[in-house]
T-cell receptor, first 115, second 114 residues
Framework: GAVVSQHPSRVICKSGTSVKIECRSL??????MFWYRQFPKQSLMLMAT?????????EQGVEKDKFLINHASLTLSTLTVTSAHPEDSSFYIC???????????FGEGSWLTVV | AQSVAQPEDQVNVAEGNPLTVKCTYS??????LFWYVQYPNRGLQFLLK??????LVKGSYGFEAEFNKSQTSFHLKKPSALVSDSALYFC????????????FGKGTTLSVSS
C-alpha cells in the first residue's frame, strides 16, 4: 500500500541552528501534503498545507518565516525549522493526499529536540 | 469551520468487554470521517474511514464505527477489547468540498486491563 516516509525520525540540534525534516510519498503522487505538530499526549495541530509547486498555506499562529515548507515535487515536501529554540522541541508529523483526495497517509513522525 | 469533539480523555475497559470511544463532528458540508490510533512515540495508524455508503464501517484490528448523521457522531467500537488495544485514539474529519486537511479531536486514551 501507499507509504509516507519521514526522515529523520529523531534529531537533536543546538539552539539557533536550523534543521530540515523530509516527507516523501513512496509510491504515489502527493499533490497535497500537510504538516502537523504534536506535543506529548496532545492532539495533532495542523501547521500548514502545501501544494506541489506553490507556496504553503499556514495556519493562524504559525510563523511562516520560522517553519519553512517547500513542496518542490509530487513526492517530496520539506519542513525546515529555522533558528530553533528549545520550545520548538516537538513531534512533527507529515501527511500526504493523493490525486483522488479521499485517502490521507501519515508519516511515522519526527522527534525534534532542541538543546 | 470544521471541528471534532472527543468528550472523553480516557476510557477504561476490561479485556473481553466491548469498548466505545466517542466522537462528534461539525462540518459545513459532507464529511469524511476517520479514526486513527497512536502508540507511544509512534506515528498514526489508520483504522477506518467513512466517505459514503453504509453507515457501519469496518476497519482494522476488529474495530468498527457507525456514522450517525442526525447525531453528527462517529463512535468507534469493538466487541471485545484486547490489552494490546491500549493506545491513544484520534477521530478526525475532513470537509469534502473544502478539500482541506484532516482536523483532529483531542484524542482519547484507551486503557484495557487484563
Amino acid at each position: 500500500g501507499a507509504v509516507v516516509s519521514q526522515h529523520p525520525s529523531r534529531v537533536i540540534c543546538k539552539s539557533g541552528t536550523s534543521v530540515k525534516i523530509e516527507c516523501r510519498s513512496l509510491d504515489f503522487q502527493a499533490t497535497t501534503m500537510f504538516w502537523y505538530r504534536q506535543f506529548p499526549k496532545q492532539s495533532l495541530m495542523l501547521m500548514a498545507t502545501s501544494n506541489e509547486g506553490s507556496k504553503a498555506t499556514y495556519e493562524q499562529g504559525v510563523e511562516k518565516d520560522k517553519f519553512l515548507i517547500n513542496h518542490a515535487s509530487l513526492t517530496l515536501s520539506t519542513l525546515t525549522v529555522t533558528s530553533a529554540h528549545p520550545e520548538d522541541s516537538s513531534f512533527y508529523i507529515c501527511s500526504a493526499s493523493g490525486t483522488s483526495g479521499n485517502t490521507i497517509y501519515f508519516g511515522e513522525g519526527s522527534w525534534l529536540t532542541v538543546v | 469551520a470544521q471541528s471534532v469533539a472527543q468528550p472523553e480523555d480516557q476510557v477504561n475497559v476490561a479485556e473481553g468487554n466491548p469498548l466505545t470511544v466517542k466522537c462528534t463532528y461539525s462540518v459545513s458540508g459532507n464529511p469524511y470521517l476517520f479514526w486513527y490510533v497512536q502508540y507511544p512515540n509512534r506515528g498514526l495508524q489508520f483504522l477506518l474511514k467513512y466517505i459514503t455508503g453504509d453507515n457501519l464501517v469496518k476497519g482494522s484490528y476488529g474495530f468498527e464505527a457507525e456514522f450517525n448523521k442526525s447525531q453528527t457522531s462517529f463512535h468507534l467500537k469493538k466487541p471485545s477489547a484486547l490489552v494490546s488495544d491500549s493506545a491513544l485514539y484520534f477521530c478526525a474529519v475532513r470537509d469534502i468540498q473544502a478539500g482541506t486537511a484532516l482536523i483532529f479531536g483531542k484524542g482519547t486514551t484507551l486503557s484495557v486491563s487484563s
